[in-house]
Each structure stands twice: as structure tokens, then as C-alpha cells.
């Protein structure tokens, strides 16, 4: 389902290769979300890294206001369910000796709406409610940067290798507000008050 994303510049630090993106990077729906994988080979393991798309996205803005009516934010799990699904398709049909002989690290990130997506990712992944991916929680790793609330208080938990850092100042972050019910995976950072 991914197509092969040509741009990279040869003077990162961290080149990535087999780079993919999302079939609707930077022209989504109401429903879509944009993102690329990568991989990094690291000391033997096959580092997978996923940017969801928080900035200068389209109409999939609408789903921010997507809440449902009960348990996780619906519009950003819907989200999080097509990168999901596009990770394990990528790990499946690119790195599953790795996966398989558990040589695979993943790294997750995203900002304000990719941020919030990411969060969601990070719960899908670790929690592994789908049962797709089965990947140590000491492999795995996300930073999410001004990131709203999406998750119910029972799926809101306090991984130690999920860190969403935030300004306090930062309206966004307050969305959707508690009193929905609505939480972050992880662990919260205000690094700005």
C-alpha cells in the first residue's frame, strides 16, 4: 500500500533507506493521515523509523474533531489504525527475518496531529491489541511534540519509552480536554511553561 517517497538528502546524519509514504502523502481526505517509514541498520538490529505529519496537511484537519462518543478519540485511532497497518505491512514484506529473530527497534514520532496519532500508534504497538506485532517494549521508542489527548484513561498508560513533551502554554495539548475523558500514552514533559 506504500509507494517510494525519492526525496532524501545525502547529508543527513541519519539516512534512511527504503524509505516509504503514506499512497496519500500531502493530498488526504477527512479520514486520512500522512506519514513515511524508514529503516537505519544500528549494532545488528533494523531500526524502523515512522514520522507521522502534523504540519501544512489538508482536509484530514477535520478529523480533530472526530471524538466518538466513547473510549479512545475516534478520528486520531482511525488515523493511527492506516499507519499501523502500514507499518506492520512494511515490516512484513521488508524486514520479517529481523522481526521474526527479534532484531527490530522502532522509533516513533509525529507533532500536534501526527503527534496525537503517534501517541495512539504507540499504545496499538505496545499494548498489541491487534495481535500484529509483537515487538519487546525495550525495542521500542516514541516522541511525540505537542501532543493532543486521545486515549481513554484504560489505554493511557504510562509506557516509559513514550515521551510527549509539550508547553504548557500550548492550547492544543489541552485537546480533548480531560473531562472528556481523554488522556496521552506515556509519559507527559512540559518543557516550556
Keep these: 500500500d506504500l509507494h517510494s517517497f525519492p526525496t ?6 541519519m539516512e534512511l533507506d527504503n524509505v516509504v509514504c503514506s499512497p496519500n502523502y500531502g493530498k488526504g481526505d477527512a479520514d486520512s493521515i500522512s506519514y513515511c517509514i524508514g529503516h537505519y ?6 531500526l524502523i523509523a515512522v514520522a507521522v505529519r502534523g504540519i501544512d496537511y489538508d482536509v484530514e484537519w477535520a478529523s480533530n474533531f472526530k ?15 492506516q499507519v499501523y497497518n502500514g507499518l506492520t ?6 524486514y520479517r527475518s529481523s522481526y ?18 503517534a501517541d495512539v500508534l504507540s499504545y496499538l504497538v505496545l499494548a498489541d491489541p491487534a495481535k500484529k506485532l509483537d515487538i519487546p517494549q525495550k ?12 486515549l481513554c484513561a484504560e489505554h493511557a498508560i504510562a509506557f516509559p519509552n513514550v515521551f510527549n513533551l ?10 480533548a480536554p ?3 475523558g481523554m488522556f496521552r500514552c506515556g509519559i507527559d514533559i512540559n518543557i516550556y511553561d
Excluded: C, W
Design 139 to 150: 525495542q521500542v521508542a516514541a516522541y511525540t511534540f505537542g501532543t493532543p489527548r486521545a
Design 8 to 13: 532524501r538528502r545525502s547529508s543527513d546524519l
Design 100 to 117: 521474526d529473530s527479534g532484531k527490530i527497534l522502532l522509533l516513533m514520532t509525529g507533532y500536534s496531529r501526527g503527534a496525537a496519532v
Design 41 to 46: 541498520k544500528v549494532e545488528g538490529y533494523d
Design 166 to 175: 509539550y508547553s504548557s502554554g500550548d492550547v492544543v495539548t489541552y485537546l
Design 67 to 81: 471524538i466518538g462518543t466513547s473510549g479512545d478519540h475516534q478520528g486520531f485511532t482511525e488515523a493511527a489504525t
Design 178 to 180: 480531560d473531562l472528556y
Design 89 to 94: 505491512s512494511y515490516i512484513n514484506s521488508k
